[in-house]
């Protein structure tokens, strides 16, 4: 991948665009070029919004999210039923129910799923820590908010055996979540109607 004539610094630039989701080889020649053209509208904060970011964001202890303290301040608010938690695929799941206002609970994030093809297994995600919740907490209903997809259900399924003998009924995502549907990409309301009409798992 070639910049033209602009030298090592834009090469290296483009190719830190490149790795980013959603941004191929031409996507991030187009975002540096914009970026360099608006270097000090743009392209100055976001260097410094991105040290201060890496510097000051970390993960939650608690439930995985990312903030800059831990515990977060979803798990800190003194509004949040503790006793009922959401276990979602990634923090953008989290970001997800958080934006359709469809949750008051807490969170938990396992950071992916199974995935035997991917090679993602149970000690590779966050799922240790969720039993712990469940069995040393006051937890009555665990939520299921998982992706519509094979692996997603399959990691559910896993939860599920887990959880047995916690004490804490477990649900699941229902009307509204199309089978191979990513939180991410839903919609706020749809969000919203599948948490009210959540079921037993």
Same mark, same amino acid.
């Given at each position: 991948?070639?910049?033209?004539?602009? %030298?090592?610094?834009?090469? !290296?630039?483009?190719? =830190?665009?490149?790795?980013?989701?959603?941004?191929?080889? /031409? $996507?991030? /020649?187009?975002?540096?070029?914009?970026?360099?053209?608006?270097?000090?509208?743009?392209?100055?904060?976001? @260097? &410094?919004?991105?040290?201060?970011?890496?510097?000051?964001?970390?993960?939650?202890?608690?439930?995985?999210?990312?903030?800059?303290?831990?515990?977060?301040?979803?798990?800190?608010?003194?509004?949040?039923?503790? $006793?009922?938690?959401?276990?979602?695929?990634?923090? %953008?799941?989290?970001?997800?129910?958080?934006?359709?206002?469809?949750? &008051?609970? !807490?969170? #938990?994030?396992?950071?992916?799923?199974?995935?035997?093809?991917?090679?993602? /297994?149970?000690?590779?995600?966050?799922?240790?820590? =969720?039993?712990?919740?469940?069995?040393?907490?006051?937890?009555?209903?665990?939520?299921?908010?998982?992706?519509? !997809?094979?692996?997603?259900?399959?990691?559910? #399924?896993?939860?599920?055996?887990?959880?047995?003998? @916690?004490?804490?009924?477990? @649900? /699941?995502?229902? #009307?509204?979540?199309?089978?191979?549907?990513?939180?991410?990409?839903?919609?706020?309301?749809?969000?919203?109607?599948?948490?009210?009409? &959540?079921?037993?798992?």
């Amino acid at each position: 991948m070639q910049s033209g004539n602009g %030298g090592p610094e834009i090469d !290296t630039l483009i190719k =830190l665009l490149a790795k980013l989701p959603g941004l191929g080889p /031409r $996507s991030a /020649r187009r975002a540096a070029l914009d970026l360099i053209k608006k270097r000090e509208a743009l392209m100055r904060p976001l @260097s &410094r919004a991105l040290l201060d970011a890496a510097d000051k964001i970390a993960d939650c202890a608690i439930c995985g999210n990312l903030d800059v303290g831990s515990p977060c301040h979803i798990c800190t608010a003194p509004g949040r039923d503790q $006793s009922t938690i959401c276990v979602v695929q990634d923090v %953008g799941d989290l970001w997800a129910m958080e934006r359709a206002g469809a949750f &008051r609970g !807490t969170y #938990h994030v396992l950071g992916g799923t199974l995935s035997a093809i991917d090679g993602v /297994r149970p000690e590779d995600l966050n799922i240790e820590g =969720l039993v712990r919740r469940a069995t040393e907490g006051n937890v009555a209903e665990i939520v299921l908010a998982m992706n519509a !997809t094979i692996d997603g259900q399959t990691t559910a #399924h896993y939860i599920t055996d887990q959880l047995k003998g @916690s004490g804490a009924s477990i @649900s /699941r995502l229902a #009307h509204g979540v199309p089978v191979g549907g990513e939180l991410d990409y839903l919609d706020d309301g749809t969000i919203t109607a599948a948490m009210k009409s &959540r079921r037993p798992f």
